[in-house]
């Protein structure tokens, strides 16, 4: 059953969304060459809980991190290790909090010193799908249309679209009803009504859509082990609209200010 929201509790997941937005613009200014992606989770952890809130991820279904740090190949769900970035690297940093009972759940995916144009390529289509997607987002339409714009914008770029692993509801669960897939037909699924909130997260590949779960038990990497880009927003339906509960602001503040890769 999907739990639609009132405008008080939209704007408690506002504060939870904020919260991840302001940790990945915290993430965007350590990230670099050299990295270690457990000092990233751990300078994450620690700003998520001087702002009040709990990390989302921590504990939920055992996940032994506060963040999700896939690079490369890697598509989702990879546990920060003592691994150090290299220049070309790409990493998606997703992160959960937890406060006033709301959860925010965001993701973005980084260029380490500087890429290939054709990874960079694959971030900006990805991020792309991302918004293509949200903009359907509205009051009549339903989830299939969110889905079908995702699929359509990736696969005209020849890209490869995940279908083990899919968006979904938010609200006092990480993940609730409805799941909101990257890929789909127009006019079916949930129809979109007011006060849904849904995290959209298209998980694009470059190469094959087929992936396959390490034997750690989470990371999810590409069959080819070409690179996958992930990009997440919080959207909420409010007057009929799609309102973005997160924010990439505080990321590309700081990547203007490191002359980094803006996708
Ligand atoms: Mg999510």
Same mark, same amino acid.
């Given at each position: 059953?999907? =739990?639609?929201?009132?405008?008080?509790?939209? /704007?408690?997941?506002?504060?939870?969304?904020?919260?991840?937005?302001?940790?990945?613009?915290?993430?965007?200014?350590?990230?670099?060459?050299?990295?270690?992606?457990?000092?990233?989770?751990?300078?994450?952890?620690?700003?998520?809980?001087?702002?009040?809130?709990?990390?989302?991820?921590?504990?939920?279904?055992?996940?032994?991190?506060?963040?999700?740090?896939?690079? %490369?190949?890697?598509?989702?769900?990879?546990?920060?290790?003592?691994? /150090?970035?290299?220049?070309?690297?790409?990493?998606?940093?997703?992160?959960?909090?937890?406060? %006033?009972?709301?959860?925010?759940?965001?993701?973005?995916?980084?260029?380490?010193? /500087?890429?290939?144009?054709?990874?960079?390529?694959?971030?900006?289509?990805?991020?792309?799908?991302?918004?293509?997607?949200?903009?359907?987002?509205?009051?009549?339409?339903?989830?299939?249309?969110?889905?079908?714009?995702? =699929?359509?914008?990736?696969?005209?770029?020849?890209?490869?679209?995940?279908?083990?692993?899919?968006?979904?509801?938010?609200?006092?669960?990480?993940?609730?009803?409805?799941?909101?897939? %990257?890929?789909?037909?127009?006019?079916?699924?949930?129809?979109?009504?007011?006060?849904?909130?849904?995290?959209?997260?298209?998980?694009? %590949?470059?190469?094959?859509?087929?992936?396959?779960?390490?034997?750690?038990?989470?990371?999810?990497?590409?069959?080819?082990?070409?690179?996958?880009?992930?990009?997440?927003?919080?959207?909420?339906?409010?007057?009929?609209?799609?309102?973005?509960?997160?924010?990439?602001?505080?990321?590309?503040? /700081?990547?203007?200010? =490191?002359?980094?890769?803006?996708?």
């Amino acid at each position: 059953m999907i =739990q639609y929201k009132t405008k008080e509790e939209i /704007e408690l997941m506002r504060e939870s969304a904020q919260i991840v937005s302001k940790t990945l613009g915290l993430m965007a200014s350590k990230i670099g060459e050299g990295v270690n992606l457990l000092d990233l989770d751990k300078l994450a952890d620690e700003f998520i809980r001087d702002h009040g809130a709990v990390p989302g991820f921590l504990g939920l279904y055992d996940y032994p991190k506060s963040i999700i740090t896939s690079v %490369n190949e890697q598509v989702v769900h990879g546990i920060p290790t003592d691994r /150090e970035l290299r220049s070309g690297d790409i990493v998606g940093v997703d992160i959960g909090v937890l406060k %006033n009972g709301f959860y925010g759940d965001h993701a973005y995916t980084f260029a380490v010193g /500087e890429v290939d144009p054709k990874v960079a390529q694959l971030l900006k289509v990805t991020k792309e799908c991302l918004d293509l997607g949200i903009e359907q987002l509205v009051e009549g339409n339903r989830i299939g249309d969110v889905s079908f714009a995702v =699929q359509q914008h990736a696969e005209k770029h020849g890209y490869g679209v995940v279908r083990e692993l899919v968006g979904h509801g938010l609200g006092r669960k990480m993940h609730e009803s409805p799941e909101v897939p %990257n890929f789909g037909k127009r006019g079916r699924g949930s129809k979109i009504k007011e006060g849904l909130v849904v995290a959209i997260e298209p998980m694009i %590949n470059m190469g094959t859509r087929r992936v396959l779960q390490l034997n750690d038990g989470w990371t999810i990497v590409t069959a080819d082990k070409q690179p996958s880009a992930h990009f997440e927003h919080d959207v909420a339906v409010v007057n009929g609209k799609p309102e973005i509960l997160s924010t990439f602001k505080f990321i590309e503040e /700081e990547l203007q200010k =490191q002359n980094s890769l803006l996708v």
